[in-house]
């Protein structure tokens, strides 16, 4: 049986989560149990989650298997965070990566950055601009879109909230019928970063494009950063280190979207970039830039993403900048 214990930690990192009670990493591997042990934490393997009292916080690290409706029934009385490893990369050093990123992880910031993106994008005029040196990204978002994030830290009993609702205010369009109605992008991304996801329904198709797109990622990454050229939103371009993956990664993605951008990520988890890795095909990455963009949706090809670790932010109506 499993016994818990009060913690009288810091509220930060999953306490921020979890701020009253006990709480646990729940992992579907024990390598990995044995290293949030090490790490600090209090620990289970998953075989283990079905004797947890009612209301306990939960922590769950998916490295061996997706989310499925059974795991999701486990957890139905927790109030349960969930890291889906698997659906990024599955390798020990990527899970224990990740890991140590999620407890590194300020949520109470990142869900202040949700909250100002939610009210800047529902009251900003103009065009969201991001802008360096190097980069010039016009982002012209339609009135009906959905927005994905969480915006309050606590996690209440009954809930099943993703890491990525916190590390990110991800925009896509309103339904998959109207993928191109989200924002229009035009301009020049430069990422330092790339990333392949898998959603748990993809099919047989699918399957065999994601694991190509691994293939096609590391190359990318190995030769950073990475210049994608956009065009009424569809990247036109696609290059790094003097290599064009333009066609690889329409192919990779599904070659039906015609690299048409499906997502609009705001980085809320920033103040990572001291820990980040680029190398790693990791969600925790995702957050850590200040805006990516995703191509494919993950179950007919890979969902891939391009990560721009820092650049500026305004709001611009034509000829005047808002701020």
Not at 25 to 44: P, S
Not at 70 to 94: N, Q
Not at 177 to 196: E, P
Request: net charge negative; glycine share 8%; aromatic share 8%.
């Amino acid at each position: 049986m499993v016994r818990t214990m009060s913690q009288n930690r810091a509220k930060v990192g999953l306490r921020q989560l979890f701020p009253d009670g006990d709480y646990y990493v729940v992992a579907d591997d024990q390598e990995l149990v044995d290293y949030a042990i090490e790490l600090g934490a209090r620990a289970i393997h998953l075989d283990q989650a079905a004797e947890l009292p009612d209301g306990i916080g939960t922590a769950v690290f998916l490295r061996n298997t997706l989310v499925t409706r059974d795991i999701r029934r486990t957890f139905r009385k927790s109030r349960s965070f969930v890291i889906p490893i698997s659906s990024f990369d599955s390798g020990m050093e990527v899970a224990k990566y990740t890991m140590r990123l999620v407890l590194l992880t300020d949520y109470e910031k990142a869900c202040d950055y949700n909250r100002y993106w939610a009210k800047s994008v529902a009251e900003q005029p103009g065009d969201l601009i991001f802008y360096s040196d190097d980069m010039h990204l016009r982002c012209t978002l339609s009135e009906k879109l959905n927005a994905n994030a969480w915006l309050d830290a606590a996690i209440d009993p009954g809930k099943w909230v993703s890491v990525g609702s916190y590390t990110e205010f991800s925009i896509t369009a309103p339904s998959s019928k109207d993928w191109l109605g989200a924002f229009v992008l035009n301009g020049t991304l430069v990422a330092q970063g790339s990333l392949v996801a898998q959603d748990a329904r993809a099919d047989e198709t699918g399957v065999a494009r994601i694991r190509e797109a691994w293939k096609v990622r590391d190359e990318l990454v190995a030769n950073a950063p990475i210049t994608v050229e956009l065009h009424e939103g569809r990247a036109t371009s696609i290059r790094a280190g003097g290599h064009d993956f333009t066609d690889a990664v329409r192919e990779v993605t599904n070659p039906d979207y015609n690299l048409h951008t499906l997502e609009l990520g705001l980085g809320t988890n920033m103040s990572l970039l001291p820990h980040v890795d680029w190398r790693h095909n990791s969600q925790l990455n995702e957050g850590a830039g200040t805006v990516h963009l995703g191509f494919g949706e993950g179950m007919t090809g890979a969902h891939m993403d391009f990560v721009v670790a820092d650049c500026s932010h305004k709001f611009e109506q034509t000829g005047k900048e808002v701020n």
